[in-house]
């Protein structure tokens, strides 16, 4: 029986290679629901790509794995002593985590974790681990994916975001609960929970830290992750994300901030 658990389960990271997932298990623990639309990366930003792997995970072009064993134990060890986590997860674990964990934050499910994106990496290669980061990524309370993202909060295909509207998204990652569109587009943190300033804050940080990055390394750690050429010359295709998907329309009108 563990051995059949194991080959399905090894299956269905495989599959991974080629097939977008209809949910994943965050999307599922969401009791609000969560609206989502997969995009190729190639018609993302490069913006949004070059600014997700300067605020998430750097060395994603450059690292053979999922991640470097002396992070994870130092990670491991600042969890154990109830240290402030030095470095954060890579773009592999955060993909490992969106699709099959949930958010407890306890020693066994990090293990898990990194158990699976081993295992991720060795199956995916980087232009897909992007993609599926950022189809699958948090970006509000119920928003997942750069297509939902850049319509609910820019009225704007995730092709033709701004580097100041992508760092304002990736901004959102680490605390994604805590905002909503404003009237007539943007981000508004004053929200009913009261913790619409944790969202802000990171949107602050990201703000000061990412634009730096961009202006020094422009799209170079993108095109080094396997994303060539520009999402504006690509060919229109049939799941380019180039008009709003209809679960955001109805969002935006029934919180009347269109």
Same mark, same amino acid.
């Given at each position: ?14 599959? #991974?290679?080629? $097939? +977008? &997932?209809? %949910? ?7 009791? *609000?629901?969560? =609206?989502?639309?997969? =995009?190729?990366?190639?018609? =993302? ?22 991640? /470097?064993? *002396? ?12 240290? /402030?986590?030095?470095?954060?997860s890579t773009i592999p674990q955060q993909v490992a985590k ?14 898990? /974790? ?10 995916? *290669? ?14 509000? &309370? ?12 820019? *009225? ?7 580097? /100041?509207?992508? =760092?304002?998204?990736?901004? #959102? ?5 805590? $905002? !909503? ?6 981000? +508004?943190?004053? $929200?009913? +929970? ?14 000061? !830290?990412?634009?730096?990055? @961009?202006?020094? @390394? ?38 009347? %901030?269109?």
């Amino acid at each position: 029986m563990l051995a059949v658990l194991g080959i399905v389960q090894a299956l269905v990271v495989l599959s #991974l290679r080629w $097939v +977008d &997932p209809p %949910t994943t298990a965050f999307m599922l623990a969401n009791p *609000d629901g969560a =609206v989502q639309q997969s =995009v190729p990366v190639e018609h =993302v930003s490069r913006n949004v790509l070059a600014a997700v792997i300067a605020h998430e995970d750097a060395a994603l072009p450059y690292r053979d794995g999922a991640f /470097e064993w *002396d992070a994870l134990w130092s990670r491991a060890t600042a969890h154990l002593s109830g240290d /402030e986590d030095p470095s954060g997860s890579t773009i592999p674990q955060q993909v490992a985590k969106n699709l099959f964990l949930n958010q407890e934050l306890s020693a066994w499910r990090k293990a898990v /974790e990194a158990a699976l994106s081993v295992e991720l990496a060795a199956f995916v *290669d980087d232009r897909r681990m992007l993609e599926l980061y950022v189809n699958y990524a948090q970006f509000g &309370p119920t928003i997942y994916g750069v297509c939902a993202a850049g319509w609910y909060y820019f *009225d704007s295909p995730p092709a033709e975001l701004s580097a /100041e509207q992508a =760092v304002m998204l990736v901004g #959102l990652l680490p605390s994604p609960g805590h $905002v !909503r569109r404003a009237p007539g587009g943007g981000m +508004d943190f004053q $929200v009913e +929970d009261g913790l619409g300033w944790l969202s802000r804050s990171h949107v602050l940080n990201a703000q000061a !830290r990412v634009p730096a990055h @961009l202006d020094r @390394l422009g799209f170079t750690p993108v095109e080094d992750a396997g994303v060539t050429g520009l999402a504006s010359e690509q060919e229109p295709s049939g799941d380019d994300c180039s008009t709003p998907p209809q679960e955001v329309t109805d969002l935006i009108a029934a919180e009347g %901030t269109a």
